[in-house]
């Protein structure tokens, strides 16, 4: 039979060895070689080199969901939810397996270098989750169901046939002022690469598109392109969480699920902020913030508007002048203000 395997089309560069080590020095370690990703340069550990073949050629199946955002743009309550829904609210499997299983992030493998890695294994603590992290493609392979699958990765990075195989795409955006607040908190708290600089910085890098996944934009920019397509859903984070209920009636007649009013009613009182954060902690998953030295949890405080508390004056200007260009160069349509 003839192979059908396509060659990943995009350049993989280094990143500038100036600018590597002067990120390195902000993180505790594991950020020691990274790489920049096709033309809009998307910012991952060089480990991507290895597997951007098996991301661009994965087997998407019909009947697939597959969450896509930007890391810390609502995603895990989404995969969450629609977990819930392909899989008859099970929530005592819910419960008693990892998301790490149940909706596994595609490109795991290429996000835990060498150093994090070995971070992990010296501690004795949490070895067997990152094995099951690592192996996410294989666990996807493996299931003959309906599958969840969580990616951050770009379109232009993953099968070209992927709007037209038959999968249902969820694109879920977030304002760029509370998206950068919240990957601060959780790389502050990532073991073996703990965030050790001060938020303005990470804003700098964040605005330089120098965090892992940047260019959020170019992210962005991608989702909103294909919102009309039939087989994408596109969400704002915002939207949701003001209207809960409109939003899971919505997804599930996307997905093709029949939800009673008991359904709704629960996903909605379960994704309810402050019974989100509990239910995640009665969980497998109440430890994903591993650094009992960091008060911050993955599942954080869900604010609109939180970024107040953060930015000073100077930062909300840099971040007003980069949105405002970004804005009128894509034409998104934010659902507020920020
Ligand atoms: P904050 O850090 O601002 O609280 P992702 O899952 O894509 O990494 O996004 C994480 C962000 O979504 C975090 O934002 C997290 O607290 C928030 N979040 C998670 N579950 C939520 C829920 N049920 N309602 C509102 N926000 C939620």
């Known amino acids: 039979m003839a192979d059908t395997t396509l060659k990943f089309p995009h350049k993989i560069e280094d990143l500038d060895p100036e600018t590597n080590a002067e990120i390195s020095r902000n993180f505790s370690g594991g950020l020691n070689h990274l ?15 290895d597997e951007c073949d098996n991301y661009y050629n994965f ?9 896509v955002g930007y890391p810390r743009s609502g995603t895990t309550m989404t995969q969450e939810m629609v977990w819930l829904m392909l899989n008859n609210f099970d929530l005592k499997k819910a419960l008693d397996t990892s998301l790490i299983v149940r909706v596994p992030l595609l490109e795991a493998r290429s996000l835990t270098t060498k150093e994090t890695i070995a971070a992990v294994n010296a501690t004795n603590q949490g070895a067997e989750k990152l094995r099951l992290y690592r192996s996410s493609i294989e666990i996807l392979r493996a299931n003959p169901g309906r599958r969840v699958i969580k990616t951050h990765l770009h379109f232009n990075f993953l099968p070209p046939d992927l709007l037209n195989c038959g999968c249902k795409i969820i694109y879920v955006a977030r304002n760029p002022k509370d998206v950068v607040v919240s990957l601060y908190h959780l790389q502050r708290t990532s073991q073996g690469r703990q965030y050790t600089g001060d938020i303005s910085t990470f804003l700098d890098y964040f605005v330089s598109d120098l965090t892992l996944f940047a260019p959020y934009w170019a ?100 971040m007003d002048k980069w949105v405002k260009e970004n804005v009128a160069r894509i034409g998104i349509e934010f659902p507020l203000e920020f």
């Open 219 to 318: 992210h962005l920019s991608q989702g909103w392109e294909r919102r009309h397509s039939p087989n994408v859903h596109f969400i704002f984070y915002e939207d949701f969480i003001q209207n809960r209920r409109h939003h899971i009636k919505t997804i599930a007649d996307f997905i093709n699920q029949k939800l009673t009013t008991e359904q709704v009613e629960l996903l909605e009182d379960t994704l309810e902020f402050s019974h989100f954060k509990k239910y995640m902690s009665r969980g497998v998953d109440r430890d994903m913030n591993t650094r009992q030295d960091v008060n911050d949890d993955f599942i954080r405080k869900g604010e609109i508007g939180g970024w107040k508390e953060y930015f000073t004056e100077e930062m909300n200007q840099k």
């Open 59 to 67: 087997k998407f199946r019909k009947g697939d969901v597959i969450v």
């Open 35 to 49: 790489v920049q990703v096709g033309p809009q340069k998307m910012l991952i550990p060089s480990e991507f080199s």
